[in-house]
């Protein structure tokens, strides 16, 4: 199926489905819209009908980057407004600082000089995608940084001297980062696939399928 084949009959049900989802804000109209989702509709799935293929799609963040991608300073701004501290935090989870600062504004820069952010399709939330792109950027350059200091970046979590005495010798805040590092010593080992899969798992809720 292309884009001519699909009929003005489901073209205006693929707009239905848009119009219920999407808050038009932008320069970006809903019919110009709605004519990008039945592209991106046929090219990833020509055997489903657009319209059912849009209905799973989150249409409003694929606007969003929709408007971004072509330009639209005001989308631009809403968009690192929603998402910046989210991807700078994130970022944080795989590097310490200031790798982790470069890292969040490499990416942020890539996203909007680049128009890399064109290359969301809408299969999950933006969040979700900015969470992929920023683990992905963050553990290439986590894998850089031992190839330069000659070993694994991350420090070893410190073994109590006690541990029956665990519970007296640090407070609740202690033991969570305890655990933190634990935790990220033991992703430390996974391969860069592994460690991104077990980031989405646990901070997004996506199942091992998805």
Known sequence: MALL???????????????AHVHAR???GIDEFSRGVIDVAVRAAPDVPPSDYASRLSLDDLYLAAACAAGDEAAWAECVTRF?????????????EPACTDVADEVIADLWERRKIARFQGRSTLRTWLGAVVSHAALNAARARRTRHGGDALEPAREPSDPHDLEQEISDRERSGRVTALFAAAIAERSPEERLLLLLY?????TLDE
């Open 5 to 19: 084949d699909v009929d003005a009959a489901e073209a205006e049900r693929v707009r239905a489905v848009v119009a």
């Open 26 to 28: 932008f320069a970006l």
């Open 84 to 96: 910046r501290a989210f991807i700078r935090d994130f970022a944080r989870r795989v590097l310490p």
């Open 202 to 206: 646990y901070d997004d809720g996506l």
